[in-house]
C-alpha cells in the first residue's frame, strides 16, 4: 500500500501538486507549476523529497493530461487516470464549496488515500483506449452519412428504397456515384448504364443480388425524384466521406487488435473463445476494462461497468432498483451488445435468459442480467487464463444453434 498520496490538478498550460500522507497530513503543495520539461522536473524534484512510495493520480481532462501520463510512465511512476464524475461526487462531500487549482490537487490527493484506487500496470492500454474511442467516432460519422444518403436518395430516386435496395453497400456506391439520380439514369445510353451496373457489381450482388440491370432502369423510369444537379453533387460527396471514413475505421480496427495483441495476446484469444463474441466487441471490452488485475473481483468489475443495481433503503426498508449506470457507459453499451449474441449461441447463458423471459422479465431486464452474469463468467477466465469451456448440455429442448 502506498505511503504518500500525489492529487494533480490537470489545466491547459499548466498543473498544481499536492502530496498527503496515510494519515491526511499534507506534506507539500505546489499550486502552479508549468506544463513543460521545467514544469515535469520540478516535479520530479519535489518527488525525491518524497521518502517511500507514492501513488499518483489525476482527472481524465480530454486530452492535457497526456504529456504528463507518458513522462510519468517514463519514470515508471504509477499513475491512476480518475473518472471526473467519481471525484466531483466525492467533493460534493465537503460542505465549503470553494474551487481552486490548489484545493482540488489536494482534493484528488485524498480520494486517492480514502479510495485506493489501482493504477493501469500497462501504459500501452491507454493506447488501445484512444485506438477503440476513435474506431468508436468513426464508426458515428459512417452512421450519420448513410442517413444522409439516404435522405438524398428520397429526393433523387426514392423508389430505390421502397424496393429495399440497400444504397450503402459497395456495388451501390460505385453506381450511384456515376449515376447519382434517376434522371441521370434515364438520360445514359442504356448499354452505357448496363455496362455501368456490371462494373459497379463486379458479377456480386450481396445483399441486392436479385436486383438487376433492367429493374433499375425500370425504376428509373417511373420515378418521381427531381432533378437537381445540387443535390446530385451532395450525394456523390456523401459516398466519398463514407468510402473515406470507412476505410479509416477498417484500418483501426487493425491497429486496434495489434495493439491489444501487443499487450496482452491471451486476453484477446479468452474473450473471442466464448460463443457469440466476435473480435471487434472483444476488442473493445478488453480497450474499455483494461489490466484484469486492477479489479479485485468481479463485482467491482461490474460497479465500473454501471451495471450494478442501485439500492434505496429507508429503515427497514431496502429496494434494489435499475442499474446504476454510474459507471464506464461505452463498457456498458458494448456489454449489452456482446450479451445480445451470447444468448444466441452460448447454451448456459441462453437457458439463463429464457428462464428470465418465461418468468415474465422484459427483454432489455433479461439481456442486461445476461450481461452482469457474462461479466463474471469473463473476470474468472481472465484471471485463472483460461478459454471457455461449453456447458454439458441438458434435455431442456434448447439447441447449440
Known sequence: MPKQYVGIDIAKSTFAVCVIEESGKVLFQEPRLPQSRPGFERLLQLWEKTPGDALVGMESTSIYQLPLVAFLSEQKIPTVILNPSLVNKFAKLDLRPTKTDKKDARLIAEFLRQRQPSPRSDPGWSEVQLLSRGRERLIVGCSALKVHIHQALSVLFPELEEAGINPSSDGMQRLLQAYPSARRIRQAPTEEVRCAFHAAF????????????????????????????????????????????????????????????????????IVTSVPGIGQTTACTFLAEVGDIRRFGEAGKLVAFAGLDPSIAQS??????????????????????IMAQGVVRYELGLRRYYLRLRERGKAYNVAIIAVANKLVHMLYAML???????????????????
Open 383 to 401: 484471471i485463472k487464463g483460461v478459454s471457455y469451456v461449453p456447458p454439458k448440455a441438458v434435455s431442456e429442448g434448447i439447441t447449440d444453434r
Open 202 to 269: 463486379r458479377g456480386k450482388g450481396g445483399r441486392n443480388a436479385h436486383f438487376q440491370t433492367e429493374d433499375l432502369l425500370t425504376l428509373a423510369g417511373r420515378s418521381v425524384g427531381i432533378t437537381s444537379p445540387a443535390w446530385e453533387d451532395l450525394l456523390v460527396g456523401y459516398f466519398q466521406e463514407l468510402c473515406f471514413l470507412e476505410g479509416r475505421r477498417e484500418r483501426c480496427e487493425q491497429r486496434l487488435e495489434q495493439a491489444i495483441q501487443q499487450i496482452e495476446t491471451q486476453a484477446l484469444e
Open 315 to 336: 429503515g427497514t426498508m431496502l429496494h434494489e432498483g435499475k442499474i446504476s449506470k454510474r459507471g464506464n457507459k461505452r463498457l456498458r453499451r458494448v456489454l449489452y
